[in-house]
């Protein structure tokens, strides 16, 4: 008996604490369409509470547990959560849905500014041919006083691209704040960057408090990633600026060189391990993030982020803050992310939104490798350091350690080469597992003189630029082959690197970058996506100089300005377009900016052929969307495709659940909603044409009053495409004309079948060409 009341008493101990030590994780507690109308924030969280509250213990449980509440973006909050209390609120009437805040996001990691034809004064032969006249820069008044949101992994301040010198009082509509936090004060921002918060709770509650070593507890940037976008879109114009060993030497400058910049600091280093491995952002840290934007008052909002994979739009944070900032006629410019070649792979879908993706520049830095039979292979590389004799080469498969995987031996990953072999030699290293930056000091540890390293045949011809820790080059993937050929038929081969040297009007340029994340989109297929592809490959801009150039722990060198890739780099270049098109058209919707950028981007390079792929291929539209961004051309494109908040939430209808409308909101879903085709794009995609499609479409004129525009169209092969009227004759601006687009397969059996085909079809009034891509998918 004495045994039974002990084990009671024990029970009701362990009850509370074991109830206690169940997980909570943080989710995010969807409420559908906003509703809040004008209440304070006070009331909104007070609101929140009491849903908490019906699932918590006590008050002070629902209180401790709530990370955010939103206003702006959604309508809804961030908290933390047992399994069984996340189940009782979505069970509510009133809840649409319940999601675990991931850290699945990452970052999507001044010559590109000349190319898309914004220098002042460039005598670039193809810019004149393919960018248009008119000094859109000065028209813009330099994009002053429009206000770019970046949301990131922070900004380094002091970087001559912040500077506010000569600019003018903050707008008045400007309502932001300065937050302080470590190493960054009131004073770290200026008439340049306008506004700084970071926002950490959802990171802190997956893995603690942020590490000192790791990152800064403030809007400082110590990644680098934040400050590159941050410039790349609204920087000043700096004079010198350079890469580490003087790569790429000249004016640096952002797109929008006087606009406004915010930053929002929404990414942070995952602790223990390499910042060049990434960073992660949480949905709840960038849903707070977002919801500070929109209601401080910025035009343009900047995402570099991206997932893996595509979300639904119902668990899309992204997507649904930037439909909420949609409404308020905030363009929001996300990248398409890095997960390319694969098709299928691009995030940020929201039609809503402009995806990006990545592309070249005219620019090189040029390394070549002298073989010992003369010849000279040439690869690129930003990488200082001079051989002054030729060394035996080696590919790095013939010298590793017993014991590494066969498909591993040619990767040099870390520990993988024998000294023994490898000391004195130059090492020909492949692209593919393992950082490339990493390949280089596995080479260097192993006491090799210097590295070569080939891309596979998913990288092609797109060579990533890194500042190796000695002397190396890369070579495209059919060079690679030519160096592994000599070394195979050569029974003493040897070589010599030498360093990298900046060259101009480089060819082909632009073509597409390997790691560009493509389309089909899987999120709705009848939405094309990219929307656009700008420079994403070796890009110089800002960098912190609390971060290393390659950001590995063993870099201690320090740099103001980087070379950088990724579809995190071609972002702010839009971004920073867009604030150009604000600046000159105020009262554009987001739609008619997304309009002008896509129906103006140019398809051919600087050679007048097809953009490419990295291999040489002729690339599509699910690589780069309606082309490359030409913003000269966009400022003045004749006809825009524009579309309302309301078109949006009339597409979600047929796109999304009916509840991620119509819960707690005034706009009705109709009983049959008409297909997402119908929306008013300015690009289509058809999946499994079977029979004739019909699309609909209106073009409003922006261009000349008194103007006749005449159809014509490049159909995909085995497709057949007509349209009525053929012909749109406008006679004042403002006008809004609709055609109809009839889509149908010619059944033509030569044509190979179970793939998508892509084409083209265009409105021409002699002055303006205002082009749209399709693509079709024949079953």
């Known amino acids: ?289 977002l919801d500070d934007a929109i209601a401080d008052g910025v035009d343009i909002i900047s995402v570099s982020i991206g997932v893996p994979k595509p979300l639904r739009f119902e668990n899309d944070v992204i997507g649904l803050a930037a439909l909420e900032a949609s409404r308020r006629n905030i363009v929001v410019v996300c990248s398409a992310g890095n997960s390319g070649p694969a098709p299928g792979t691009l995030s940020n879908t929201s039609p809503w939104i402009i995806t990006v993706g990545a592309s070249s520049v005219d620019r090189a830095f040029l390394a070549p490798v002298k073989l010992g039979n003369g010849l000279k292979i040439i690869g690129q590389s930003v990488t200082p350091y001079k051989m002054k004799k030729m060394y035996p080469l080696v590919y790095a498969g013939d010298v590793v350690v017993p014991g590494v995987a066969q498909n591993l031996t040619g990767q040099c990953l870390p520990g993988s080469l024998d000294p023994t072999k490898a000391k004195g030699k130059i090492v020909v290293c492949t692209r593919g597992a393992g950082l490339r930056v990493g390949k280089g000091l596995e080479v260097k540890r192993a006491g090799g003189a210097g590295m070569v390293l080939a891309n596979t045949i998913s990288n092609g011809n797109e060579i990533a630029c890194d500042p190796h820790f000695l002397p190396a080059t890369t070579l495209s993937y059919d060079n690679g082959i030519k160096i592994l050929e000599y070394i195979n038929s050569t029974k003493n081969p040897m070589a010599k690197i030498s360093p990298g040297k900046t060259v101009l009007h480089y060819k082909p340029a632009p073509f597409m970058a390997g790691f560009t994340s493509r389309g089909p989109n899987v999120v709705d297929p009848n939405i094309l996506k990219p929307d656009i592809t700008a420079p994403g490959v070796n890009i110089l801009a800002a960098w912190s100089e609390a971060s290393s150039p390659t950001k590995l722990p063993m870099d201690h060198r320090s740099v103001k300005y980087n070379i950088y890739s990724g579809t995190s780099m071609s972002c702010p270049h839009v971004s920073g377009s867009a604030a150009l098109l604000k600046a000159i058209h105020p009262h554009w919707s987001v739609a008619a900016i997304k309009s002008a950028l896509m129906t103006t981007a140019a398809i051919t390079n600087n050679l007048g052929e097809p953009i490419t792929d990295a291999n040489g291929n002729a690339a599509t539209p699910f690589q780069f969307g309606a082309g490359h961004f030409r913003p000269t051309k966009a400022v003045d494109p004749g006809l825009i495709y524009d579309a309302t908040y309301n078109d949006y939430l009339l597409y979600l209808c047929a796109a999304g659940p009916n509840a991620l409308i119509e819960l707690n909101s005034p706009f009705k879903c109709p009983a049959n909603p008409p297909s997402t085709l119908t929306l008013n794009y300015p690009s289509f995609a058809i999946t499994n044409l079977n029979s004739t499609v019909t699309i609909r479409r209106t073009v409003t004129n922006i261009g000349r009053p008194r103007s006749t525009y005449f159809f014509s169209a490049k159909p995909p092969l085995g497709v057949r495409v007509k349209v009525t009227p053929s012909i749109l004759p406008f006679k004042r601006l403002g006008q809004k004309l609709s055609f109809t687009i009839t889509v149908s397969p010619t059944n033509d059996p030569t044509v190979t079948k179970s793939e998508y085909v892509f084409g083209w079809y265009s409105w021409d009034d002699g002055h303006y060409h205002v082009r749209s891509p399709m693509a079709v998918y024949l079953p």
């Open 1 to 289: 008996m004495k045994n039974t009341i002990s084990c009671f008493f024990l029970l009701l101990i362990l009850v509370p604490v074991l109830a206690s030590s169940v997980e909570k994780k943080v989710y995010i507690v969807y409420f559908g369409q906003h509703n809040n109308g004008e209440k304070a924030l006070h009331e909104i969280e007070k609101n929140h509470l009491s849903y908490l509250h019906s699932v918590k213990e006590s008050e002070e449980e629902a209180k401790s547990s709530l990370l955010y509440s939103y206003k702006h973006s959604i309508n809804g909050f961030a908290a933390k959560l047992t399994p069984d209390e996340v189940s009782k609120l979505s069970g509510m009437e009133e809840v649409l849905s319940v999601f675990p805040s991931h850290g699945k996001y990452s970052v999507q990691t001044t010559r590109s500014w000349e190319f898309v034809g914004l220098d002042e004064g460039d005598s670039n032969p193809w810019k004149k041919l393919q960018m248009g006249g008119g000094d859109l820069l000065s028209r813009a008044k330099y994009g002053k006083n429009i206000i770019i949101g970046v949301m990131d992994s922070g900004v380094w301040p002091e970087s001559p691209s912040f500077s506010d010198q000569g600019m003018g009082p903050i707008p008045k509509s400007w309502k932001g704040i300065c937050q302080e936090g470590v190493a960054f004060n009131s004073s770290n921002c200026n008439k340049k960057i306008i506004g700084a918060r970071y926002y950490v709770k959802g990171f802190e509650a997956a893995y603690g408090t942020v590490n000192s070593t790791e990152d800064y507890l403030s809007p400082r940037d110590m990644d680098g990633h934040g400050t590159h976008t941050a410039s790349t879109a609204g920087g000043r114009q700096v004079d010198d600026a350079a890469a580490f060993g003087g790569f790429a030497k000249g004016t640096a400058s952002g797109g929008a060189p006087l606009a406004r910049l915010s930053i929002y600091k929404a990414c942070w280093a995952v602790p223990n391990q390499p910042k060049a491995d990434g960073n992660t952002c949480f949905d709840a840290d960038m849903l707070a993030a």
